[in-house]
């Protein structure tokens, strides 16, 4: 009853709650992958981590391994990392250089980095059989692949809006606040991948990010040590601790200080954090990339872009991206209780060094895997999994606060306090329109 | 050839390194930061191929005032990712004495390690080698520079790391 179970889906999710089954259940899990991250515009890399031709980095979208290569000719492609011969991966390692042509490690059929192919060895066996060029005997493309200010995404359905439509003005942000912070209008990522498992549901993590109310409670004992230490640094030094100090303290700013943030839901799922940080003091530092902009852009236009206070956001279902600190995180779900993060920052071309030394001082300090922040947050992600397993104790994960109190203006969703349950019930709107469209 | 040193320089090197490993997995914090000289580091880099730490993304990069802040944070009694703690346990070998300054006495050593740590009945494995720079004083041995390089060091981590491996 295909009918019967696409509708049971959109039970699952009420304005204020979600039945438990979402995070936990393995049919709901593998019907994600099929409506979700098998449909939608997914992120794979940055164009820059492929920078000469013949590189490659490998990923997952949904259940598929994916590669984005660069060929000879500077195109960036993304394809499906299987041999269409046997059926093999192609690329076992995670990233590289595979030189002119990628190599089979079973029957050496060579690929050009568009997927087509070079070569075959021993050909007679084929002469007559089969034409090289019939599509099934290369490397298959990612159904649909695009590209924003350097962002490549691919979507594994033929159908659908196209990129920019999908992210909308919300999740464009993102991309937009990053790069436009670079006098040269561009981002450059640092070829450094943290990879972190999760033993949790995909949706909890994407939700923490945005989640106000947690930060002073989660990291208590962190944000104490870090303003302790801040504190005995400047005593003992005479000087202002480094900048990545006052990032671990900010996790306890007062909860006056959360309420006074906004978020800010988008159509598709999108979802902003704004306020916060504000990551614009009176350092030579920050005064030399207000510099740098000017020259590139004018006074008015660098205020406009230093003055642009997105802290997070949220490109739903795949990505956390910091803009204001250069971080993004993508969301690789490996089942419904484990979930694969991969961690990345960048440089903006042009800009003072003391900016990039920010981004690597929160890399550090927040997504390294020494993390005294992120550490946290895993142990509260995995027991919230095993409390979300059980079968009794409740059915529903409650999303009331402020509840019935966000304001809709031309598809935008306001919440009338930066604490409020609002990011996620904007996520699961669109998981709901998702799970249960096009049935 | 490799050099040979005395068997009380190496003795004494071993000594140094066991009781580190002996101080980390016993959570003697006191006794930890006294190993390190006042400008001491520990470093364990992303990358197995990594040669300088400034500037670069690290997995550990950490001075006194660092170490002491992850000191005060695993001991502060909302750190609820602590309770229950770590249990570790390492052994040290295969020491071997790089270079010995016949002027100061300072050491360049490398070592080998195995650790298994314990959490909430999940037991993980570690392995790797350790680089320490060791500085002479009259109070015996302190690190200058204690480089760690795990062998997972690209992997995917099941959870981070809270203390120092």
């Known amino acids: ?439 | 050839m490799a050099a040979i040193f005395s068997v009380e320089t190496q003795l004494a090197v071993e000594r140094f390194l066991y009781r580190q490993a002996e101080i980390v997995d016993d959570r003697e914090w006191d006794a930890w930061l006294a190993l390190f000289a006042e400008d001491g580091k520990y470093w364990m880099p992303a990358t197995a191929d990594q040669e300088v730490a400034d500037g670069q993304p690290n997995i550990f990069y950490e001075d006194l005032f660092l170490m002491e802040m992850r000191i005060k944070r695993v001991c502060h009694p909302y750190a609820h990712s602590q309770a229950p703690t770590q249990r570790l346990s390492r052994v040290v070998s295969n020491v071997i004495i790089e270079s010995e300054d016949g002027a100061t006495g300072d050491i360049v050593v490398r070592s080998k390690f195995h650790l298994v740590e314990y959490r909430l009945d999940d037991q993980r494995y570690f392995g790797g080698k350790y680089r320490h720079h060791l500085k002479q004083t009259d109070d015996g041995y302190r690190i200058q520079l204690q480089r760690v390089d795990i062998a997972n060091v690209e992997g995917p981590f099941g959870y981070v790391l809270q203390t120092w491996l």
């Not at chain 1, 049971?8 to 593998?30: F, I, L, P």
């Not at chain 1, 419904?336 to 690597?360: M, Q, S, V």
Request: aromatic share 10%; charged share 20%.
């Open chain 1, 1 to 439: 009853m295909p009918d019967g179970q696409e509708v049971h889906y959109g039970d699952y999710v009420q304005d204020d709650r979600v039945h438990k089954a979402v995070y936990a259940d393995q049919a709901v899990y593998e019907s994600e992958l099929d409506n979700i991250f098998h449909k939608k515009w997914i992120y794979i890399g940055h164009e820059s981590q492929v920078p000469n031709p013949g590189d490659y980095w490998t990923t997952w979208v949904g259940k598929e391994r994916m590669i984005m290569s660069r060929g000879s000719d500077g195109a960036v492609h993304v394809l499906y990392n299987r041999c269409p011969h046997r059926g093999s991966l192609i690329c076992n390692n995670e990233h590289g250089n595979a030189g002119k042509a990628f190599r089979c490690a079973y029957h050496a059929w060579q690929f050009y980095m568009d997927g087509s192919v070079r070569q075959v060895p021993m050909k007679q066996g084929y002469d007559g059989v089969i034409d090289y060029k019939d599509p099934q005997f290369s490397m298959v493309r990612a159904e649909r692949q695009g590209n924003y200010r350097g962002f490549i995404f691919a979507s594994l359905s033929t159908e659908g809006e196209d990129l920019e439509t999908y992210l909308g003005q919300g999740a464009r942000a993102a991309f937009d606040d990053i790069c436009n912070r670079s006098p040269q209008g561009e981002a450059e990522i640092v070829a450094n991948c943290f990879r972190i498992i999760q033993h949790s549901n995909w949706k909890i993590f994407l939700e923490n990010q945005l989640d106000a109310v947690h930060p002073s409670i989660t990291h208590h004992s962190t944000g104490d040590a870090a303003a302790a230490m801040q504190k005995k640094y400047k005593d003992k030094t005479g000087d202002d601790a480094p900048m990545g100090y006052q990032f671990l303290a900010d996790f306890t700013l007062p909860f006056e200080k959360w309420d006074s943030l906004q978020t800010v839901g988008f159509p598709n799922g999108h979802t902003q954090l704004t306020g916060y940080m504000g990551l614009r003091p009176r350092d030579p530092v920050t005064l030399a990339h207000e510099a740098a902009l000017t020259d590139a852009y004018g006074a008015e236009r660098m205020d406009e872009i230093l003055s642009t206070n997105v802290h997070h956001v949220i490109v739903y279902p795949c990505l956390s991206v910091q803009p204001p600190l250069q971080q993004l995180r993508a969301v690789r779900p490996l089942g419904p209780n484990k979930t694969l993060t991969e961690i990345w920052h960048f440089r903006l071309k042009g800009a003072p060094d003391g900016i990039y030394e920010r981004a690597l001082a929160y890399y550090y300090h927040v997504n390294s895997p020494s993390t005294m922040v992120n550490a946290d947050d895993l142990n509260n992600f995995r027991a919230i999994q095993e409390g979300l397993a059980m079968v009794g104790g409740g059915d529903w994960v409650s999303l009331h606060r402020n509840a019935g109190q966000d304001t809709v203006d031309n598809g935008v969703t306001h919440s009338v306090t930066g604490m409020s349950e609002m990011p996620m019930r904007n996520m699961f709107a669109a998981w709901k329109q998702f799970m249960t469209e096009g049935n």
